[in-house]
C-alpha cells in the first residue's frame, strides 16, 4: 500500500466539494481494500514467531506483496463497493445513497490507483489473474531515505540485495507526505475563496 496516512489523501475531495461527496463514504472506501491484508500480515507473523524468525521480516514480504491479495483489484473493487456504501449509509445516516455511493467508489478506485506504484506486482482485474510487475515505482532514484531505511539488515538475513525495497519504502515515505500537501492546499483554496 501506499501508507495508511497516502490512502487519505482522498479527502480533500469532500471540503472542496462537501456538496457531491460525502466524508464517510470517501474515508470507508479509501481504507476498506486494506481489510485483505490483515490475515496475511497476523498469519506471516505466526508463522515467523514459530521458526523463531524476527517478526519484523514480514514487512519485506507480506504487506508489500499485493498479488496475494484479494480485495486490489477491480473485481474486489465491485464486492466491496456495496459494503463500502452500506457501511457508510449506517455512519452517516444523514446521507443519500445518491450521495454515498459515487463517493464510495472513488475512495475505492483512489485506493487502488496509490497501490500501484508501492508493490513489486499487482493484479489489475481479478485476484485470479496472474500478478504483472507494477510499471511504475516513483523516487526509485531518490538516494537520501537511505539514511534512515530500516531493512538493511533484514535484507542481509534474508539474502536480497542491498537496498532492494528501497523504491517502495522511499514511496510509502514520500506518498505519506502527499495528503498533507493535498489538505495545505484545500485549506489555501477554500480561505482564497
Not at 487502488?112 to 506486482?121: C, G
Amino acid at each position: 500500500m501506499a501508507s495508511i496516512i497516502g490512502h487519505l489523501a482522498v479527502l480533500p475531495l469532500y471540503w472542496l466539494f462537501p456538496a457531491q461527496f460525502s466524508l464517510a463514504g470517501l474515508l470507508i472506501g479509501a481504507l476498506l481494500p486494506d481489510l485483505d491484508g490483515i490475515a496475511p500480515v497476523f498469519r506471516q507473523l505466526r508463522d515467523s514467531l514459530r521458526k523463531s524468525r524476527r517478526p519484523e521480516e514480514l514487512l519485506l514480504s507480506a504487506w508489500y506483496d499485493s498479488s496475494m491479495r484479494s480485495l486490489h483489484n477491480l473485481v474486489g473493487v465491485m464486492f466491496l463497493w456495496p459494503v463500502g456504501v452500506l457501511l457508510a449509509l449506517l455512519t452517516e445516516p444523514s446521507s443519500s445513497l445518491a450521495l454515498v455511493a459515487p463517493s464510495v467508489l472513488a475512495g475505492l478506485l483512489s485506493h487502488l490507483i496509490l497501490d500501484i506504484p508501492s508493490h513489486p506486482t499487482i493484479r489489475y482485474l481479478t485476484p485470479w489473474e496472474r500478478p504483472r510487475a507494477a510499471p511504475v515505482v516513483p523516487f526509485r532514484g531518490v538516494t537520501f531515505l537511505k539514511a534512515v531505511y530500516p531493512f538493511l539488515e533484514k535484507e542481509r538475513r534474508l539474502g536480497l540485495a542491498p537496498y532492494a525495497k528501497l523504491p517502495f519504502f522511499n514511496y510509502t515515505v514520500l506518498s505519506s507526505l502527499f495528503p498533507l500537501l493535498t489538505v495545505l492546499l484545500t485549506v489555501f483554496m477554500l480561505s482564497a475563496r
